[in-house]
C-alpha cells in the first residue's frame, strides 16, 4: 500500500524543473510571436486594408504560436531524443504528463490572454466599431480550443504525423468558423454597431467553448497520467 501512495504523490520538484526547461526553450519565441501581435494590433485601426492585414497577422500570430510550442515542447523532445533524458530522472509518466499540462498552458495562456485583453482594449479606445468586441473574443477562444485540441491529440499520440495531420485539419477549419460567426446575425451582425452588444447566442457560444477547453484539458491529463509507461 505504501508503494502504491508513493506513486500516487506528485514529484513536484522534478516537474518544476521540466517546466521550467520549457519555458526556458520558448522564451524567444513567445517574445516574436507577441511582438508580431502587438504589431498587427497597432495598424488594425489605420484604415481598411490595415484592418483586413492586422487580422489576418494576428490570428496567424496566436495559431502559429501555439502550434510552434508544442513542437518544440513535445514533438521535438522525441525527435530529438530529450526523452530518453527525462525517463533517466526520478519521474513517472503521471509526472511528465503534469510538466507538460503545466508548462504548454501557462506558455500559451498567459500571452494569448494578453493578446486577447490589449485587443479588446484597442477596439474600445479607437475608431474602430465596438461592436466588434463579441466577435472577436468568440475568434480569440476559439484559437484557444484549437491549441487545446492540438495539445490533446499530441499528447494522446505522440506522434509528429498526427500533431500535423491535426493541425493542418483545425487550420483549414478555422476560416469556415470565421465565416459562420460573422455571418450570424447574433453575433457578426453587430460587428458594425457603435456599441458592445452581447446576446445570448455569443454567451452559449461561449460556453461551449469553454467546456470544450475544460474537458479537453482535464479529460487528457486524466488519462496520460494514467499510463504506465512513457511509450
Known sequence: MNSIANRAVLNMPVIKQLVYKDWYLNRKLLAVYVGGGIFSLSIISLGEWQFFMGAILFITMLVAMGNHQLSVTMINERKEQTLAFVMSLPVSPADYAMAKFLSNMVLFFVPWLLLTLVTIAVILLTPLPDGLVAFTLLICVLIAVNHCICWSVTMATE?????????????????????????????????????????????????????????????????????????
Open 159 to 231: 506522434t509528429e504525423a498526427s500533431f500535423l495531420m491535426v493541425m493542418i485539419g483545425l487550420n483549414c477549419l478555422l476560416n469556415p468558423m470565421l465565416y459562420l460567426l460573422a455571418r450570424s446575425p447574433n453575433i457578426g451582425g453587430h460587428n458594425l454597431n457603435g456599441e458592445v452588444i452581447w446576446t445570448t447566442t455569443a454567451t452559449l457560444v461561449l460556453l461551449c467553448e469553454i467546456l470544450a477547453i475544460v474537458l479537453l484539458l482535464v479529460g487528457t491529463l486524466y488519462f496520460r497520467s494514467r499510463k504506465k509507461v512513457f511509450y
